[in-house]
């Protein structure tokens, strides 16, 4: 081969050389160019909420049996009705009354109702007011002593478990928002009744059992029905926020955001929700750059806790608009 042409395949390669370094280069710089996103400000109501799980139960169940061993002649309740202290919700008779009325079947009506009235049918009345929740016999059944005929809740209350973690920011008369999964679109509002004094271990976790009350009636809501419990710890109405990816703090509540016409802002933060987070620094409606590659998982909660708060808050509640 001569000296020439040699010469042209050494230029060649190291022009293709050249070329595929170029490349490489350009290729991996669009690869890693971080890809912007804007976040804007927006005004929203934030809720900062603990959450506990817990059962719709009777604040007091009362189990209704017959006074005497006989059969139920009449019921006069059936679950869901509402009775007061005091009402006739049952009649029955003593077994020997029962067996005398089988008999008088047999004799003229005279003679059954002159044996009826001689012998009176035993009255069952509620002992306290509230809502029928069980019935378990029906009429003409022969019950004894040990059968239980209703079941009475004086009124429906939630039994939620809070974990030890949490305890310390609940107290009692604080507002709670229910949800269950029966009615999903109703809130139902309510307030801490009262917290146990000692622990129950559940899987593992020390948790304390929390009573709450609801405010108003608590209808359609029926006793066995699972609960999904926020406590309000701390709400503000109409502030401004950001999308918790959008910032990060810089360890004393406040962060440096750049707007989308390159101005650079530091904030401050304030309530998060673990989702929105509270701003003040900036106008409504101002937009900022965020680098795609920053965002980690966009979305999900944030490490962001209220300044308020001597941690992150468990759970979120958040309305806006």
């Known amino acids: 081969m001569s000296k020439a042409l040699k010469l042209f395949a050494l230029i060649t390669l190291l022009a293709l050389l050249g070329f595929l370094a170029w490349w490489g280069i350009a290729t991996f710089r669009h690869n890693h160019t971080p890809e912007l996103k804007t976040a804007t400000v927006m005004r929203r109501n934030l809720v900062v909420a603990i959450q506990a799980s817990g059962v719709v139960e009777p604040a007091n169940k009362v189990t209704i049996s017959p006074p005497i061993a006989g059969r139920i002649d009449k019921l006069y309740v059936d679950e869901g009705d509402r009775v007061s202290a005091g009402q006739v919700i049952a009649e029955m008779s003593s077994s020997s009354r029962a067996a005398l009325l089988d008999i008088a079947q047999s004799k003229n009506q005279d003679e059954r109702n002159t044996l009826s009235a001689a012998y009176q049918a035993t009255k069952i009345f509620a002992p306290v007011a509230g809502t029928i929740i069980s019935k378990q016999v ?27 973690t949490d305890l310390a920011a609940i107290h009692p008369k604080m507002a709670t928002d229910i949800a269950v999964e029966a009615f999903p679109d109703k809130v139902f509002r309510a307030s801490v009744r009262r917290i146990a004094l000692e622990a129950k271990p559940i899987d593992n976790v020390t948790v304390y059992p929390v009573e709450i009350i609801f405010k108003g009636s608590p209808e359609p809501l029926l006793s066995g029905m699972t609960a999904n ?3 309000i710890v701390e709400k503000r109405g109409e502030i401004l926020t950001l999308p918790v990816w959008a910032v ?7 962060a440096t955001v750049t707007t989308i016409d390159n101005k650079s802002v530091k904030i401050t933060l304030g309530l998060s929700d673990g989702r929105s987070i509270e701003v003040s620094g900036l106008e409504e409606g101002t937009k900022i750059i965020v680098q795609a590659l920053a965002l980690g998982d966009e979305g999900k909660s944030s490490p962001f806790s209220s300044p308020h708060k001597g941690k992150s808050p468990t759970g979120a509640g958040s309305g806006g608009r």
Do not use: K, M, P
């Open 138 to 164: 029906v009429s003409g059944q022969t019950v004894g002593l040990q059968n239980t005929l209703y079941e009475l809740s004086d009124y429906l209350l939630v039994r939620a478990q809070v974990d030890e």
């Open 229 to 231: 419990v926020n406590f």
């Open 248 to 254: 990060s703090d810089d360890g004393s509540h406040s």
